[in-house]
């Protein structure tokens, strides 16, 4: 079958398709969380004592002891069993940005040979998979494998549902056998723990004296393109990378924006439909779904949780997405650049901090002037963007996100805060060593007197922002859509409690000077600012006097790859960060930069090499038969005294030539394999290897553009992108 009769029968296949029934939708009261064993559950199966147990360690951390943890494997058992469940699993999140699971039986055999169910709080509590087959950087070797999971009581277990059963999922940490954090789960929770310490700090100063538990929190907007299974099938890119390595723009893409959005196309509406129930069974609160700017492209965002929770729900949201499409005849797509010329997919992250005494910390209420713990709290995160702005960049850095980054959808490479207008003349006014009022946003009056007036907010908001201040809590908006969030999330957690501690130290200084505290905050505020407002900046973010003045004036760093990126793992002020804050030792730090250089050399790699196949094996192929289609037909019409222009054929001869040496020099490159060290590994891949994959598909897309539509192999860009 030729190219074209492949896309032709997957168009008629597509277009013919009988949309997916679902089951009808049962209330919302019905099945929120039906598959979640919350403390509300807990509460009904479990004694009194044991239920006050588990609820002060959800709420507190504090540790549950062993008894208790056996009365609650016992009553987790019980309601698993009643469900239909027959086994159990400890998922963690190595470090990769997926999940792993281990499934095993509730089943046992007792000495008459009869199969019981058994689950203890021992079983509940740990888990054994091998440490070395999971991603380390060097701490686990095959002769030294061992590793542990741990249950995080503070995450709520759950079923997950597939076609083959269902399964208790347990939510867990990962370790090696000598006690370093293999995962992203644990420094994640010893990050809000590090904050928790310093905002006490602060909070404590100011006089507060009911202090509840702070905890960050994460509202995570996942971005994703759906793309049918009849085109994804028949692009190799697509299924084993997540990105086309080639494809020439479609003549229509988003230059209208008349998809952003736009009215759902019946289908993609049935199927974000399945993935909401899935989600509100499971307690993730989803709570908004549209169109995104590009063709093709949607958006699922959820309210606020705590970050732990959000992290793990995040991750499932994730799968969910990816499964569910399956079942509805797509691939879901979470690279961060599936499609060139067109918006690449974030997930911006919206992160707050705040407890049950003091509320939101980085709420500035009506008058923000006067709001003493908002502008300690705010001020420690602008100091945070700019001491640590390389690590976030790191922690945001892959191969994906590398081709989204600076793009005219997203923010650029240099981390930045902005503020607001109302925010911004608030910290200049401390600047100057005052604190005068606030404006307002005022009324919004339209003149329509059918129209509600409404209060307009304070501040506009600025998309070009990679890390920008809106409302009441921070997006950073420059996370990749494939990503876990709870990387970006440590790096905030971990930069704010060093600047809160920094600000209690200074702050208690004044105060045991005399100072009177209202003083005191804006001494302390206006060293901070005057030290590190250069991280504050609401102009566009995408034009080029920014950036020549954000390096030259301001001193920030302008970081484009992740191979510039991730030497920023390697700096003594990170490893000084994370080592007294207790988030990350210095091996665990190491581990994660041999870890992240590694996946970003193999992305690269893989890519590399199927650009060269899908060349030599499909684009070469097709551009060689038109040739021959060509010739054939020039040779006829010369016979009959008719002269054909021949420049296609010419157009068609060179760029496949000039696409074939391009292989050639990338397959020669592919060889390399002596590198001084991992920085010049990465540097390697990010400034040769990736230069000599863009050559091909230059060519390659060219060919696109002149061979025969019936003789060309892969589906289209406006095919992929419009056809649902």
């Known amino acids: 079958m030729s190219g074209n009769e492949s896309r032709l029968q997957a168009i008629y296949q597509i277009t013919n398709r009988e949309t997916l029934e679902i089951d009808k939708t049962e209330p919302l009261n019905e099945i929120w969380g039906c598959d979640v064993f919350s403390l509300a559950k807990m509460e009904d199966s479990l004694s ?184 994804a099938n028949s692009r190799p890119d697509l299924l084993l990378t997540g990105r086309t390595l080639f494809g020439a723009p479609s003549a229509k893409g988003q230059e209208f924006d008349d998809h952003y959005f736009g009215v759902i196309p019946a289908r993609v509406q049935v199927y974000m439909q399945d993935v909401e129930d899935q989600l509100y069974r499971l307690g993730i609160p989803a709570k908004t779904h549209h169109n995104e700017v590009a063709p093709g492209q949607f958006e699922i965002a959820p309210y606020y949780e705590a970050a732990n929770v959000a992290a793990d729900h995040q ?62 709290f705010c001020g420690a995160v602008i100091r945070g963007v700019h001491k640590f702005g390389p690590l976030l960049r790191a922690v945001i850095a892959s191969a994906g996100n590398d081709h989204r980054l600076g793009a005219n959808e997203a923010p650029p490479a240099i981390l930045s805060v902005y503020l607001g207008s109302q925010l911004e003349k608030v910290y200049e006014d401390i600047k100057e060593g005052k604190l005068t009022s606030s404006k307002s946003g005022g009324e919004m009056d339209l003149g329509l007197s059918q129209i509600l007036n409404f209060e307009r907010d304070p501040g506009d908001r600025n998309r070009t922002s990679p890390f920008a201040f809106t ?54 505020l206006q060293k901070l600012i005057k030290k590190n407002g250069n991280a504050v900046f609401g102009g566009d973010g995408y034009s080029s006097e920014w950036h020549e003045m954000a390096v030259k004036d301001r001193g920030l760093k302008n970081i484009p790859t992740t191979a510039d990126a991730l030497p920023a793992l390697e700096e003594e002020s990170v490893k000084a960060l994370f080592e007294s804050t207790g988030v990350l030792t210095p091996v665990e730090l190491a581990s994660r930069y ?6 970003y050399i193999l ?52 760029e496949a030539n000039m696409m074939m ?44 553009t002149v061979v025969a539509d019936e003789l060309w192999p892969l589906p289209k860009y406006h095919e992929m992108l419009f056809i649902k």
Request: overall charge negative.
């Open 48 to 231: 009194k004592n044991a239920y006050k147990a588990i609820r002060k360690t959800v709420q507190t951390g504090e540790s549950l002891d062993a008894a208790n943890a056996d009365i609650v494997a016992a009553a987790m058992k019980e309601w698993a069993v009643s469900k239909g469940v027959k086994f159990y699993s400890h998922i963690f999140y190595p470090l990769t940005h997926a999940t792993a699971e281990k499934h095993d039986g509730f089943i046992i055999t007792n000495s008459e040979g009869h199969a019981i169910t058994e689950f203890t709080g021992s079983l509940l509590i740990k888990g054994e998979p091998d440490g070395s087959s999971f991603p380390n950087g060097s701490i686990r070797m095959t002769n030294a494998a061992r590793g542990y999971t741990a249950w995080d009581p503070t995450s709520p277990v759950y079923i997950q549902h597939t076609d083959n059963g269902a399964t208790l999922m347990i939510p867990c940490v990962f370790m090696s056998w000598t006690g370093e954090a293999l995962d992203k789960k644990i420094p994640l929770l010893r990050s809000n723990n590090a904050m928790n310490k310093a905002g006490n700090r602060v909070l404590s100063l100011m006089g507060e004296t009911d202090i509840a538990p702070l905890n960050s929190s994460c509202g995570a907007e996942q971005e994703y393109f759906l793309v049918d299974s009849n085109f």
């Open 315 to 376: 991750q499932m949201m994730m799968t969910i997405l990816k499964g569910t499409a399956k079942r509805h005849g797509f691939i879901c797509l979470l690279h961060e650049k599936p499609f060139a010329g067109i918006n690449g997919s974030g997930k911006h992250v919206n992160w707050s901090v705040g407890n049950a005494t003091q509320g939101n910390l980085l709420d500035p209420g009506q008058t923000p002037h006067d709001n003493l713990n908002f502008l300690l």
């Open 471 to 524: 409302g009441n809590r921070f997006e950073f908006r420059a996370v990749g859509s494939a990503q876990s969030v709870s990387g970006p999330l440590v790096a905030m957690n971990t930069m704010l409690a060093d600047s809160l501690n920094w600000i209690a130290d200074k702050l208690e200084a004044e105060l045991d000077a005399g100072t009177e505290q209202t003083a005191a905050v804006i001494n302390v």
């Open 594 to 599: 041999e870890v992240y250089s590694e996946q």
């Open 603 to 654: 992305s690269i790699e893989v890519e590399a090499k199927l650009v060269v196949d899908m060349a030599t094996t499909s684009i070469y192929p097709a551009a060689t038969r038109y040739l021959s289609e060509l010739t054939m037909t020039s040779s006829g019409l010369g016979e009959m005294g008719i002269e054909m222009d021949n420049s296609v054929a010419k157009t068609v001869a060179s």
């Open 661 to 704: 040496a391009a292989v050639k020099n990338l397959s020669e490159a592919l060889e390399k394999e002596d590198f001084a060290s991992t920085d010049d590994h990465t540097q390697y891949f990010a400034n040769v290897i990736r230069g000599l994959m863009d050559e091909v598909r230059l060519h390659a897309d060219t060919l696109e």
